[in-house]
């Protein structure tokens, strides 16, 4: 391993000592210099002295040891500057000597460490690691430079298969104690030999396990490119205060990451592009305060990404165009205050995205242009206060989205311009109070949209201009007390659209300007409205 320190040159190690006078030269000439000074010192003094004696009244003599004292006091003020100054010349002199020795050690240890980390056995490798360290802690200076260095050794080729070819006896145990060596000095960031506000590199780097938890990050920390084989990278209680976590274009193929009751502070923890085919991503009880985790592009193919009873406080999960053909994305219990989940443009062809038992307070869940084609999306039992669902644009060819005993309060709703063609959304049981569910312009060529058993206390549910060519909507035993539900301007030309069992109360069903050419009605309670 080629591993080179990059610092400044240092100053040449030996001090500058100029060309001295002779002293036969030098002392009388100081002698002359000297007594000059003297001379003109006594001289003002006299001058001052004599003319504060004239101004008296009876003018007086002057004490002739008056300038005499005057002189010797001023020449002994000046001769301890002069003194003071030499001797602060002379202490820079030794402590520029210092420095110059106490770095060339430092680059006589660092050289050593170096060469040891290349070593070909194991055991000199691990005390390579050990003397990097605390040369870092003893060189603040270079210490990014000790650092850099240490997450190198991570990025070399790496093959975690004892039974492959390629694998290095002891190979994993150099860079578990890598990781610890790290974590221990993350743990504590006030301490004169933190290294929190660092920047770390793993880019590429292949990993098999290893703990940061309970550190404090407040630096970059790049996981670009990065492999995940096996075993668990744990970050487990740790704070990420403002920097950023990259796992770009990362593969996650076994094993866990897990990053539980962690806290993101303003920060960004970003996995886009990476590909999911197995293990685990778990952000359990992990608390986002205006911080954002990206997904943006990322595939997901078998893995399990886990945001159970996770906190966001107006921060952001961003898994525009992701992909979905198998694994989950499980949100169950999870907080959102004001924050944004967002799905635009994603597509599911497999696998769950689970918000179960979720709460959102103000916050935006977004499937703007999503295309549903085998996927399960589940916001069952979740509840909606004064937030945004917003399925504009979607594409349900297969597959399920369900809002079942949901709770919408000042929610909206909207599947706007959303094209059914096989997919089933579900409402059943779900409770809108002053709520809007919006189809607006929606199509419907196949598929079910099901609000059995439903409760609309002041709500509406629109399909304003809405197009039933096939497909069913259900609002058996759907309950109308004060709601609306606004087919003005749809167009039926086929389909089934049901009120079966249900109750209207104090609700309202309009029909205004809405063309019927074909659609079966099952219109339970309603009365049926002209032409149709």
């Known amino acids: 391993m080629a591993l080179s320190l990059r610092r400044k040159r240092e100053a040449p190690q030996g001090r500058y000592t100029p060309n001295l006078w002779p002293v036969w030269i030098v002392a009388p000439v100081a002698l002359i210099a000297a007594g000059a000074l003297g001379w003109i010192i006594y001289h003002y003094a006299y001058d001052h002295f004599a003319q504060a004696a004239a101004d008296q009244k009876p003018p007086k003599p002057v004490n002739i040891n008056d300038p005499l004292k005057a002189t010797v006091t001023a020449l002994t003020l000046i001769g301890a500057v002069l003194a003071g100054l030499y001797a602060y010349r002379k202490q820079l002199l030794a402590e520029g000597d210092a420095h110059r020795a106490d770095a060339s050690q430092l680059a006589d240890r660092y050289s050593t460490a170096a060469e040891q980390l290349g070593h070909d056995q194991a055991a000199v490798r691990l005390a390579g690691v050990y003397a990097l360290a605390r040369l870092a802690d003893d060189w603040a200076e270079q210490r990014q430079v000790c650092i850099d260095v240490l997450c190198a050794y991570l990025r070399t080729p790496y093959e975690p298969d004892p039974t492959a070819p390629e694998h290095k006896a002891g190979e994993r145990e150099v860079r578990q104690t890598i990781i610890r060596v790290i974590r221990g000095h993350l743990q504590e960031p006030d301490a004169p030999t933190a290294w929190c506000e660092y920047n770390f590199d793993f880019t590429g780097a292949v990993f098999d396990g290893g703990s940061f938890s309970t550190s404090h990050f407040r630096g970059m920390v790049d996981f670009g490119g990065a492999t995940f084989t096996g075993g668990t990278v744990a970050f487990v209680g740790a704070t990420f205060s403002g920097g950023m976590v990259a796992f770009r274009r990362a593969t996650f193929s076994g094993g866990t990451v897990a990053f539980r009751r962690a806290k993101f502070s303003g920060g960004t923890v970003a996995f886009d ?43 952001t999960v961003d898994l525009r165009g992701a992909t979905f053909s198998g694994g989950t994305v499980d949100f169950r219990g999870a907080r959102f205050s004001g924050g944004t989940v967002d799905f635009r443009g994603a597509t599911f062809s497999g696998g769950t995205v689970d918000f179960r038992g979720a709460r959102f307070s103000g916050g935006t869940v977004a ?9 399960r999306v589940d916001f069952g039992g979740v509840t909606f206060s004064g937030g945004t669902v917003d399925f504009d644009g979607a594409k349900f060819s297969d597959g399920t989205v369900g809002f079942r005993r949901a709770a919408f309060s000042g929610s909206r709703v909207a599947f ?33 949209v099901v609000f059995a058993g439903a409760t609309f206390d002041g709500g509406t549910v629109a399909f304003v201009g809405a197009t039933f060519d096939g497909g069913t909507v259900a609002f058996g035993r759907a309950t109308l007390d004060g709601g609306t539900v606004d087919f003005r301007r749809a167009t039926f030309s086929s389909g089934t659209v049901t009120f079966r069992r249900a109750t209207l109360g104090d609700g309202t069903i309009t029909f205004d300007g809405a063309t019927f050419t074909g659609t079966s009605f099952d219109w339970g309670p309603f009365p049926v409205p002209a032409g149709a």
């Open 273 to 315: 592009g990476a590909t999911f085919t197995g293990g685990m991503v778990d952000f359990g009880g992990a608390t986002f305060t205006g911080g954002m985790v990206a997904f943006v592009g990322a595939t997901f193919g078998g893995s399990r990404v886990d945001f159970r009873g996770a906190r966001f406080s107006g921060g």
């Open 416 to 448: 706007t311009s959303a094209m059914f063609s096989g997919s089933s959304v579900h409402f059943a049981g779900a409770r809108f109070s002053r709520d809007t569910v919006g189809f607006r312009r929606a199509t419907f060529s196949g598929g079910t």
């Open 367 to 375: 499937f703007v242009g999503a295309r549903f084609s085998g996927s």
